[in-house]
């Protein structure tokens, strides 16, 4: 069965660079949510997106800016990176016209070094 | 705020053992609430998810319990095996949260030959 995508897998920026990390949600999932891992830590959630419409927001930096798109793919925008931006983060994917029971399925992650 | 805990926070039992995992939760108001296995550097992998009508769910070695109203979940493994080493994490979704998971610190678990 097809899972969720990210790319890259793995990212490697300097200080003050941008990156973006991109997502493809599972065929026919409509809501998409990112969460960041910091080392050691357990994921916190940045923010979601349901029908192309942002419809949660966590801990996410001003500096980080993200969007739903028509095909519903998602991106993450990341400028003026620092050392402590340095993680792994998730995208996961749900159906979340049929309500908020279904669960959330996880990507294999984006791995960002700031160096 | 809601938050999760998980003890232990590291187990190590010999293969063929059953073992508990325990999830615990400040605010009984929750959706559901869903279990993971996540292997070093990996991503989550979802094992369960119990509604928050529900009490228990199975798949396969697995068995979830969740007791809302005491803020408590519980992750029966059986038969554990070398391969079930890793980091399990529960995680809720709050009834008020929006849509976002809110997850424990998580549970290592190594299971030795």
């Known amino acids: 069965a097809a899972g969720v995508i990210q790319s890259p897998r793995h990212l490697i920026k300097e200080k003050r660079e941008t990156a973006t990390l991109k997502c493809y949600p599972i065929?026919?999932?409509?809501?998409v949510y990112w969460y960041q891992q910091g080392p050691g830590q357990d994921p916190q959630f940045l923010i979601s997106?349901?029908?192309?419409?942002?419809?949660d927001k966590g801990s996410i930096p001003d500096r980080f800016s993200a969007q739903q798109f028509s095909d519903y793919h998602s991106e993450l925008n990341m400028s003026s990176l620092e050392l402590g931006d340095s993680a792994l983060y998730f995208c996961?994917?749900?159906?979340?016209?049929?309500?908020?029971?279904?669960?959330?399925?996880f990507g294999d992650g984006t791995r960002l070094s700031i160096l | 705020k809601q938050e999760v805990t998980q003890i232990p926070a590291a187990l190590s039992v010999p293969e063929g053992e059953n073992l508990v995992l325990n999830c615990s939760f400040t605010?009984?108001?929750?959706?559901?609430l869903q279990w993971f296995r996540q292997d070093p550097g990996k991503g989550l992998t979802s094992l369960l998810l119990?509604?928050?009508?529900?009490r228990e769910q199975t798949s396969g070695r697995l068995n979830a319990s969740l007791d809302k109203s005491s803020g408590r979940s519980t992750l029966y493994i059986a038969a554990s095996q070398p391969g079930d080493s890793a980091t399990y994490l529960c995680?809720?979704?709050?009834?008020?949260?929006?849509?976002?998971?809110?997850f424990g610190t998580g549970t290592q678990l190594k299971v030795e030959l």
């Open positions: 997106f349901y029908e192309k419409m942002q419809s």
């Open positions: 065929p026919r999932h409509d809501t």
């Open positions: 605010d009984s108001a929750i959706y559901n």
């Open positions: 996961a994917s749900s159906l979340g016209a049929v309500g908020r029971g279904q669960p959330q399925h």
């Open positions: 119990i509604q928050s009508s529900q």
């Open positions: 995680a809720v979704r709050h009834e008020g949260g929006g849509n976002k998971l809110t």
